[in-house]
């Protein structure tokens, strides 16, 4: 049987880093064992904020990867802000920090650049892959985003050359946490939302991560709208020997929205009033962090705990994952953030190490902590329940027996998550 070829057009492949390129890298792996045969698009010279070499070895050789070059305007941002190169990492800081250049640049990139700063790839992408499809006889294609401007080459292919086309979405577009930080005109805003309905009404399927961003899309569109979530995937890492410190690691970029002032609060309390605690307490961060977010921490006087370890590659991430004592995962409290559910969480629930989470009420993370038993989810006001299992753990740790006892994680994994995509393929 002949194998139905998909083409994947992505802006995050590697050597990209960070947690952008992981999700299709895992279903461009697996595709094949379901008779497909994926075919990846992606910028020949991308201005990636990290870099992961370690994750070329994951790219199958006989994989199919064609390339175009890019214009970006991050590069020229350098000239102007020290600042451009964390803001193209998500890290935005508070308006009363930033310069009058980076708030010219927010605006600039808000209003000038929509949906995002890599519009000008999608002309040339469409005119070359026009041609590309017809000649190779490819009947389905797959944007994904962000950044958000690869669905308007979706748009136009479809729209050109009727082939079959599925969006995935791996954050929302409008209503995602930064987008009310890029200083936009009511004119523009209004510009991204007809652009959001346009996406979601040409394509022939919608692809989400979370329930929570299905119901938000479901109110813009009557396409059928599918929820693969991001998973974990069987990584060649040796587990660890446990920290011996009492250790609690964050994976990823922490952010100064997401600060969890309630941790650093009851961290402090326990050092002060926990006999033995302050002895073997450690606070790891692994990736970016906000300088908002440690001055926060300095102000709990918990500065001498913290190991900031800056960004590593995937593997090394996975190390820390397994040799910590609790594994710290962060989201913005507010309404638009209970549908993102970061792609570390799954990595978090087969590391064997409970995890403590903290974000906004009926949040997903909440529900799939819940069905794998694999941590507690707190609200950023909860200080009681809080120090009450940070305590408990503290001692399941001092007796060596602090670990998790997780349930149903098979459903998440990423070779059976790519099963579900190839039937929509």
Known sequence: MNRKKVLIITYYWPPAGGPGVQRWLKFVKYLPDFNVEPIVY?????????????LLDEVSKETTIIKQPIREPYKLAKLFSKNSKTISKGIIPSEKKQSPIEKLM??????????????????????????????????????????HSLHLIGVEL????????????????????YHKQLRLTEASKAKHKALEKKVMTLADGIIVTSNNTKLEFQRITNKPITVITNGYDVEGVQA????EKFS????GSLLSKRDPEVLWKVLRDLTLKENGFKEVLEINFVGAVSD??????????????????????????????????ILLLVEIDSEDTKAIIPGKLFEYMISGRPVIALGPESSDVETILDDTNTGRYFGHDNYDELRMTIKEYFEAFKLKDLRAEPTNLEKYGRKHLTGTLSKLI
Do not use: M
Request: some cysteine.
């Open 240 to 243: 660890s020997v446990l920290d």
């Open 292 to 325: 908002s977010v440690l001055k926060t921490i300095a102000s709990y006087g918990l500065n001498g705990y913290i190991r900031n370890r800056g960004y590593v590659s995937h593997k090394e991430a996975i190390k820390y994952q397994k040799k910590s004592q």
């Open 42 to 54: 992606c910028p020949e010279n991308p201005n990636y904020p990290f870099l992961d070499d370690t």
């Open 106 to 147: 927010l605006y600039v990139r808000g209003n000038f650049f929509i949906p995002d700063a890599r519009k000008s790839w999608v002309k040339p992408s469409v005119s070359y892959l026009s041609e590309y499809i017809s000649k190779q006889g490819i009947e389905t294609i797959i944007t994904t985003g962000p950044p």
């Open 248 to 251: 609690i690691s964050h994976i």
């Open 158 to 177: 479809k729209e050109k050359l009727g082939v079959k086309w599925l969006a995935d979405f791996r954050d929302p577009w409008t209503t995602i946490g």
